[in-house]
């Protein structure tokens, strides 16, 4: 049974800091590129940050460049997000994403991955 599973999410002063984990189960993990997307309440599920198998090509929405770090342990099965400066409009439900194939033709787009989690909250006050 495939499994991706977040963490981490949680309410949070503009200003800090939060690490997302997201572990996965139920397939080959070191076969497939990971992403995070995030999704605000009245918008479309937007790409955040992905990271290839090998760890090799990482790619940041500008939205978030500089202020978060995408990693992931093939050793644990997890992917990991570390987010930094949080800003009130980082504010959504975060998703841990896995995907086959080209890592570049595939990342940024979510009907491309396989498989998903269901999500955490994460919530940015002012």
């Known amino acids: 049974q495939v499994q991706l599973v977040e963490s981490g999410g949680g309410l949070v002063q503009a200003g800090g800091s939060l690490r997302l984990s997201c572990a996965a189960s139920?397939?080959?993990?070191?076969?497939?590129?990971t992403g995070w997307f995030r999704q605000a309440p009245g918008k479309e599920r937007e790409f955040v940050a992905a990271?290839?198998?090998?760890?090799?090509?990482?790619r940041y929405a500008d939205s978030v460049k500089g202020r978060n770090t995408i990693s992931r342990d093939n050793a644990k099965n997890m992917v990991y997000l570390q987010m930094n400066s949080l800003k009130p409009e980082d504010t959504a439900v975060y998703y841990c994403?896995?995907?086959?194939?080209?890592?570049?033709?595939?990342?940024?787009?979510?009907?491309?991955?396989?498989?998903w989690g269901l999500g955490t909250q994460v919530t940015v006050s002012s």
């Open positions: 994403a896995a995907v086959s194939g080209s890592f570049t033709e595939n990342h940024l787009r979510p009907s491309r991955y396989d498989y």
């Open positions: 139920g397939f080959d993990f070191s076969r497939y590129h």
């Open positions: 990271i290839n198998w090998s760890s090799v090509m990482i």
